[in-house]
């Protein structure tokens, strides 16, 4: 006599939860299968719901294998794009540091000029005046 028990995971598309239920061979005996309760009575369409309890597991399992594999597949990419990031934001850093570095020389520079100009006028005046 086959058993019989709710499956609460798997329901038919009646809205009928399943039911568990071993194998009526003696081949069978130790397998299960998931039914809705609805399944081979006359006038009820949709209710077609038939699956062997360990085909439904390797289906589940695979699908959850799919799913961890996506999931460690994008964490890869996104740990390789976060490390690019941080290298282009070091070079961000140097090439900043290079702009601040230019700058200060520049303005060193800029002062040096202006120290040195009433000394280039008074070289200009005198040769000018040594050529006369
Ligand atoms: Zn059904």
Not at 7 to 33: E, I, P, T
Not at 35 to 48: D, H, I, K, L, S
């Amino acid at each position: 006599m086959a058993s019989v028990q709710t499956f609460h995971r798997l329901h038919c598309a009646c809205g009928r939860q399943c039911a568990r239920r071993n194998g009526s061979s003696v081949a069978r005996r130790d397998k299960f299968y998931l039914n809705c309760v609805n399944y081979n009575v006359q006038g009820a369409r949709f209710c077609e719901v038939y699956l062997w309890e360990d085909d439904l597991d390797r289906y589940t399992n695979q699908r959850y294998q799919s799913a961890v594999d996506l999931a460690n597949y994008h964490k890869t990419r996104h740990e390789r794009y976060e490390e690019k990031l941080n290298k282009v934001y070091e070079e961000l850093k140097e090439a900043y540091a290079e702009i601040r570095k230019l700058k200060r020389t520049n303005k060193a520079l800029q002062m040096a000029l202006v120290a040195t100009a009433p000394v280039a006028a008074i070289v200009a005046i005198t040769s000018a005046w040594v050529a006369k």
